[in-house]
């Protein structure tokens, strides 16, 4: 469930304050840096966060909102493995990134440790994951 809502307040920021994310999109392709780093130089605030405060809003149970809240940088001192597991998800799973861009991206050395997961493992959890989503696209004769 964690990983349907982790982008939640990215939905509700495109949705409601569609300029600025494109400015937000924009800084973040000049500037080579996170969206919830350009969120918050443009909008003064992440999605993660206000993914957060949506959870709150909500009354989900508090390991929700934890998990939308750091899905980009978990905190091993909170609720952690809904927000590892989110964080790994969304790494090992992004369908716009390229091997090579994917293989770049910064993945926690403590979310790689707590999850048990090595270098290998990654690896072939992502070529299942594009192996899978070409069978879907195939399925549901669809492109992404």
Request: aromatic residues 10%.
């Amino acid at each position: 469930m964690a990983g349907l809502l982790h982008n939640i307040g990215e939905l509700f920021l495109i949705f409601f304050f569609s300029g600025p994310m494109q400015e937000v999109r924009s800084v973040q392709r000049q500037q080579s840096i996170p969206d919830y780093e350009a969120e918050q130089v443009i909008l003064g605030a992440p999605h993660t966060l206000v993914g957060q405060w949506i959870a709150l809003h909500w009354n989900l149970p508090p390991v929700f909102d934890a998990a939308i809240e750091q899905h980009h940088r978990p905190d091993p001192d909170d609720d952690y493995f809904p927000a590892a597991a989110v964080h790994a998800a969304g790494i090992l799973c992004n369908p716009e990134a390229d091997e090579e861009e994917w293989r770049d991206t910064p993945f926690d050395a403590s979310v790689e440790a707590y999850l048990g997961l090595s270098k290998e493992d990654r690896r072939t959890l992502r070529e299942r994951y594009v192996s899978d989503l070409a069978s879907a696209e195939a399925f549901l004769n669809l492109s992404v």
